[in-house]
């Protein structure tokens, strides 16, 4: 009976973020160790909180503050207390300085015209020693009519982060092959077939692009993980 309702709901359609988390979490793990998320967390552009179970797995953590620009449901959703929910913008972040302990930012700054703002919005609420975690793409990336630039190389983002008082600790690089063909396809299913936001791919086969992309990572990467801490200086 248990077998025949977890078959069933891998065949239900699924949605691009089950790949996405499965292969970028992966590279997140490689960047950073287990006791080095502590303290307050800012979630910081949460979305509908992919990563809400990737922060929760941080006992240290004491609060995770979700911010977006529409208020989150994420406390709603989780059982975990630590969440909170927070309405504002990354270019003027609702916090006083030095807030945070850590901070969370994937796949946010893309999307902001003013991204030195954005980061140095970020620098002002982390206290000084404290961790950003930040994914960004990386040229050439698949189009996303969403964002205001393509995305920044390793040498792009380092400049616009050490500007703004971060140290470079770690990066990685994730999304291969796999994953790019299945972005022009989950793109395709909206505008060529016109499908809305309702998704016709079974959930197998987007789990199953996640594990083969996180493991064999063949080809030219497009997205970047670089974990960098505030100067304390």
């Known amino acids: 009976m248990l077998l025949n309702i977890a078959l069933i709901n891998y065949l239900k359609p699924g949605w691009f973020d089950e790949s996405r988390y ?3 979490s992966h590279t997140f793990r490689r960047v950073i160790t287990t006791n080095e998320f502590t303290g307050k967390c800012l979630n910081a552009g949460c ?7 990737f922060l929760e797995s941080f006992k240290d ?3 995770i503050a979700n911010l977006d620009l529409e208020l989150p449901s994420i406390p709603q959703q989780r059982t975990d207390s630590r969440h909170k929910a927070y309405q504002g913008s990354l270019t003027s972040i609702p916090f006083e300085d030095a807030t945070f302990d850590t901070c969370l930012c994937t796949e946010v700054v893309e999307h902001i015209q003013e991204d030195n703002l954005a980061i140095s ?39 616009l982060l050490t500007k703004n008082g971060f140290v470079i600790k770690n990066y990685a690089y994730c999304f ?7 972005y022009q396809v989950w793109q395709w299913q909206f505008t060529v077939i016109g499908r809305a936001k309702k998704s016709w791919m079974p ?27 505030k100067n304390k200086s």
């Open 22 to 24: 499965i292969t970028q």
């Open 47 to 53: 979305g509908e909180g992919i990563y809400s179970e």
């Open 61 to 63: 953590i004491t609060e």
């Open 121 to 159: 919005e970020l620098a002002r609420v982390i206290k000084p020693g404290g961790l950003l975690l930040i994914s960004v793409p990386t040229p050439p990336a698949p189009y996303d009519p969403a964002h205001v630039r393509e995305g920044y190389t390793l040498e792009e983002l380092s400049e």
């Open 176 to 182: 291969h092959i796999f994953m790019r063909i299945l």
């Open 203 to 229: 959930r197998f086969i987007l789990r199953g692009v996640g594990y083969a992309d996180k493991y064999l990572q063949w080809g030219k990467p497009w997205d970047l993980v670089i974990l960098c801490y």
